[in-house]
């Protein structure tokens, strides 16, 4: 029996990497792994569990196929590495940090793929991205203007995208309150059997 992936998605500074780490021990015992990404970014950066390389060595990678998923997005290259396969064959489920603009292509690797979109409201959006001081004020406007453009209808969270009309769902989480609320309502998601189906 395969795995199941979880593809979980939002913008930058919505708080995935928080929501990873927090979640991370109780995920394990439901034998869920976390896929490390391979970003182009200093691995001394602070924030999210990845590997960090050198772009040339990023496109090394992807010619040689390291990577089940690839994308470009804010100046950055990230990747998921070809082992998932290993562990959704073995009938591990493994939850990896996608982008919204790459999900397309992704539901054409992984058709059954759960996809989550880890929403926040503008204003918090923009207080976090802020305070974490990786980029200037024009990259942190830019972002997030590209999570506007990315941004779905609104819907009550926990609601699933598709069952208005969508082709493609996707399941909505809201973290702009405690941590742990968000981690809470992703457990008990990933044992709901609406999103099994």
């Not at 998605?9 to 394990?28: I, N, Q």
């Not at 969508?166 to 059997?193: I, K, R």
């Amino acid at each position: 029996m395969s795995g199941r992936l979880i593809y979980l998605m939002g913008p930058s500074g919505s708080g995935k990497d928080s929501l990873l780490h927090a979640a991370r021990e109780r995920l394990a015992e439901r034998g869920c792994v976390i896929a490390r990404r391979v970003i182009t970014r200093s691995a001394e950066a602070v924030g999210e569990d990845a590997i960090g390389v050198a772009p040339a060595e990023f496109e090394q990678q992807e010619a040689a196929g390291a990577f089940v998923l690839s994308w470009r997005a804010n100046g950055l290259a990230y990747g998921i590495p070809r082992q998932i396969d290993d562990w959704l064959a073995a009938g591990q489920d493994v939850l990896v940090n996608g982008s919204r603009g790459h999900l397309a292509q992704a539901r054409q690797r992984y058709p059954e793929l759960l996809a989550i979109l880890l929403q926040v409201d503008e204003a918090a959006l923009r207080q976090r991205l802020q305070a974490r001081g990786r980029e200037s004020a024009e990259q942190i406007e830019a972002r997030l203007a590209r999570s506007r453009e990315l941004q779905p209808l609104p819907r009550p969270s926990g609601e699933r995208a598709g069952e208005r009309g969508e082709a493609e769902s996707q399941w909505l989480l809201n973290n702009s309150g405690p941590l742990e609320q968000t981690v809470t309502q992703l457990l008990q998601l990933l044992s709901d059997p609406r999103a099994c189906a």
